[in-house]
């Protein structure tokens, strides 16, 4: 070797494989405004619907009279459940084992429902025209109180269901009951909280939010009458699910739907499900022989399509006197609106609420929720979130801060003290989830001493006395928080949807010269995919990260595929794809021995080569085996170098995270400052550190909008007050605080490359920890829990409540 040899680390770097902080490849065509969305999509002869919605939350629907929109110059069709009735379409099936109406049959159930679908040659006559269908209502009595929703007397949301005494997850207990769930041993929670020297118990709401992506929800849909064939474009994280969903609701045969899902500005699951926009232009399409394009708009988005949280916990903890925690028990009402179209995997229909158990050790834990239907928008959707988990991290992160205000014991040193151990890894939860692995002393250590944690107590301890002695008027809060996340759905005996197991896949395929492609069945919404499979490839196949092309979202090309939500793109299709090149070097492997004429198991691999042990001068490289593998196979081998793999995963992964917030609180205006936000988060291998900073920047974005002033509201009557972003706090560059970002590795032995799911921890992880930063700053004055979101004016009214305006 002569000293211009590049060393293996060299050579290794300029793969720009895992741990790279490869700039995004995908961000050269977004920057250059070059990228292609649902929008972009216009073909020859393409119409436009729009939708006629209810402005009642509960009424009977006498009469529809579309004759004024039909007559309008431009309007091609109007649909009304009648027309759907026809071809068996005017309900769909949920994912969630319910049936929803696409448009309103004889009731609508909540403001702004779908009632008539207007088919026009531009999208303002289908606006326009939208608002001349004549609807003849009869209001109802409306309810948009979960904790009512199962009262005596309480208005009838589903009277299709009057009659059911029996839903999709056993027995109905009200005629508004959807379900009862529970998990973990109510015994030994009961016992434990028998026993117990401290308990407390507090009602905490995560409010209904919304994940509202940039772009909204839309398709296009093109049924072409002399192939019987139908393609699907469309915001779809789950383009696979859509195809086998469409073809069972539609009875096209699977093989003649094609679905394609191109940029996606964001979906944070709420582009998992299907929506009527999607029955009614496919049904439009098949009517009228013309592509049908829907496209939301903001209101629209805000008020129908896939609402997240609305979660009541009424949460125990059962703790001796000196702080070691011994019980958990948690009632929760799960508000899920006029429909169940909850996205869940089919077991599960609190998702996976059970981690509520989170970091810690509790022996003994319990929790049941029990499912409503309300006046309210259908959805449920895992809001970057893992089925729920951002629930269950709230709700335990703020008990451990009450519980730990009742012992007088720090939280951070409470929590400390209850943090499973590192030598308890693999563990067992309470729930019998198995964590995979942790080090959660060490990683909240860390956060401690990063932002000088004692320092920040006594400086508040200092503030507090100057408040008490009335020189300022300004409260000074320290939010801690750890969670541990479930991701990765799923191992396919824990997790399917509607009967489709959870796995994911990957397709390779090397061409002669060194370059390939990699198909997935996932969907990039901005997370960077193209960039970062194309890095696991790299280190794995030693080719360079540029080499390769990553195409996602093509139901015709990729492997099936359960699609991207819950962060469980890297912990299933990232090991899909280690695990498909693996097979690929295997063979190359083969190839190499036959080529430089040794046995397979005298060769070595290093970096981008086999060479021959003890000789490294003697190798072939992985783009000369790529070559070879066209034109030199030994014999008997088929030629070419391609793999599939399909990955069930033996278990979820478990990232986890601890994080630090400083806040100062204005007791007369209720305005509070972020003075620092510190995240250490911990996603085992990290493939490509940049991108994980923005996606923890992302979600530690939407964490503030939804703990610091996010609800979507409805008053008495079922109107949505907070459907526009007049009224809908969207935090902008302006509002948001400056984040800190920090790591520590504890890879996950059962992922093929360590790797956990990170996308979803920052949201997951936010919310507790600024309300308890919150929470915090009063905790002194006596309050125990001051519910979400912290908005300016709820701030100001929990200052108000403790005399603090007197
Ligand atoms: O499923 P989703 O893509 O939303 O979530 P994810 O699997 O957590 O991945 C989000 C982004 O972070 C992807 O571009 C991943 O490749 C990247 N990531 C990473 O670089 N290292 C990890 N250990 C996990 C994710």
């Known amino acids: 070797m002569n000293d211009i040899t590049p060393t293996s680390a060299e050579r290794a770097a300029k793969l720009e494989g895992m741990g790279c902080k490869r700039k995004r490849v995908e961000d050269i065509r977004f920057v250059q405004g070059k990228g292609n969305y649902v929008d972009d999509l216009k073909l020859p002869g393409m119409l436009y619907g729009d939708f006629t919605r209810s402005p009642h939350g509960h009424a009977r629907v006498k009469k529809i009279d579309t004759s004024k929109a039909a007559a309008v110059p431009g309007v091609v069709a109007v649909i009304t459940a009648e027309t759907l009735k026809t071809v068996n379409l005017a309900w769909m099936p949920t994912l969630a084992g319910d049936a929803q109406m696409v448009l309103a049959d004889g009731k609508v159930l909540f403001q702004n429902q779908e009632v008539a679908f207007v088919i026009a040659e531009d999208r303002y006559t289908a606006a326009d025209a939208a608002d001349l269908v004549e609807v003849e209502y009869e209001p109802l009595p409306v309810n948009v109180d979960p904790l009512q929703a199962m009262a005596d007397g309480a208005p009838m949301i589903r009277e299709d269901l009057k009659d059911k005494t029996e839903g999709a997850h056993g027995k109905r207990k009200h005629y508004n009951h959807i379900f009862s769930w529970q998990a973990g041993d109510k015994a030994a929670a009961d016992d434990a909280f028998a026993k117990a020297d401290v308990t407390i118990k507090e009602m905490i709401v995560y409010p209904r939010v919304h994940p509202c992506p940039l ?24 383009p696979h699910v859509i195809r086998t969903v469409g073809s069972l609701i539609s009875k096209i045969p699977e093989h003649k739907i094609h679905v394609i899902a191109p940029d996606i500005g964001g979906g944070f699951g ?55 925690v011994t019980g958990l028990r948690c009632y929760t009402i799960a508000d899920h609106g006029a429909f169940d179209a909850c996205a869940n995997a089919t077991k599960w229909p609190a998702g996976l609420f059970s981690i509520i158990s989170g970091s810690y050790d509790f022996p003994a834990a319990h929790v049941l929720v029990d499912g409503v239907y309300t006046n309210k928008a259908p959805g449920g959707v895992a809001y970057r979130c893992s089925f729920r988990v951002t629930e269950a991290a709230y709700c335990i992160e703020r008990a451990m801060d009450i519980m730990a205000q009742k012992l007088g014991i720090d939280p951070a040193e409470f929590r400390m003290k209850n943090l499973i151990r590192r030598e308890q890894f693999p563990y067992t939860s309470a729930f019998g989830w198995q964590y995979d692995s942790g080090d959660y002393q060490t990683a909240l250590k860390k956060a401690m001493e990063t932002v000088s944690y004692a320092k920040l107590r006594d400086e508040q301890k200092a503030k507090r006395e100057i408040f008490k002695r009335g020189e300022t008027r ?45 198909r997935l069945g996932t969907k990039s919404q901005g997370q960077g995919h193209e960039t970062t499979y194309a890095q696991i490839i790299a280190t794995e196949l030693g080719l360079p990260a540029d080499n390769i092309t990553v195409e996602e979202g093509n139901t015709d090309t990729a492997p099936y595929g359960l699609g991207t939500y819950g962060s469980r793109s890297t912990p299933v299709s990232g090991a899909a794809t280690a695990m498909a090149c693996r097979k690929i070097k295997a063979k190359a492997q083969m190839i190499a021995a036959y080529m430089l004429e040794v046995h397979d198991d005298d060769l070595e691999w290093d970096v981008d080569r086999f060479c021959v042990k003890g000789n490294p001068e003697r190798f072939k490289t992985m783009t000369e085996l790529a070559w070879a593998a066209y034109h030199q196979v030994p014999p008997g081998m088929e030629p070419g170098l391609e793999a599939i793999n399909y990955y069930d995963p033996p278990n979820f992964t478990y990232p986890f995270g601890a994080y630090i917030c400083v806040v100062d609180v204005d007791v007369d205006t209720g305005t509070t400052k972020v003075r620092r936000f510190y995240a250490l988060d911990d996603c085992g291998t990290r493939i490509n550190p940049m991108i994980i900073e923005g996606q923890i920047h992302g979600g530690l974005t939407e964490a503030f909008g939804i703990a610091m002033g996010q609800e979507i509201h409805y008053d008495d009557e079922g109107n949505v007050t907070t459907a526009s972003f007049m009224d809908y706090f969207l935090p902008t560059a302006v509002e948001t605080p400056h984040w800190e970002t920090d790591w520590t590795t504890t890879p996950s032995p059962h992922h093929p490359i360590g790797a956990k799911g990170v996308g979803e921890s920052p949201n997951v992880g936010g919310v507790p920890c600024f309300s308890n930063a919150i929470n915090d700053a009063f905790a002194f004055l006596g309050s125990t829990h001051i519910q979400m979101p912290h908005d300016h004016w709820r701030t100001w009214a929990a200052a108000e409540k403790l005399g603090l305006h007197a």
């Not at 824990?494 to 390939?516: K, N, V, W, Y």
Request: proline fraction near 3%; include cysteine; glycine fraction near 10%.
């Open 215 to 238: 772009e909204t929800c839309q398709c296009v849909a093109s049924f072409d009458k002399v192939r019987g064939e139908l393609t699907l474009w469309g915001t779809f994280q789950a």
């Open 270 to 324: 709420n582009k998992v499900g299907a929506y009527p926009g999607y029955i009614c232009s496919i049904v439009a399409s098949i009517v009228t022989g013309r592509p049908v394009k829907w496209v939301e708009d903001r209101i629209e988005n805000l008020s129908t399509t896939a609402f997240a949280r609305d979660f009541y916990m009424d949460v125990e903890i059962a703790a001796t006197k000196d702080g070691k």
């Open 474 to 518: 300004e409260l000074m809060g320290i939010g801690v928080a750890f969670f541990t996340e479930i991701v990765g759905a799923g191992p396919s005996r824990a997790c399917d949807i509607l009967g489709i197991a959870m796995f994911d896949s990957a397709e390779i395929r090397i061409h002669p010269t060194g370059s390939g492609i990699c």
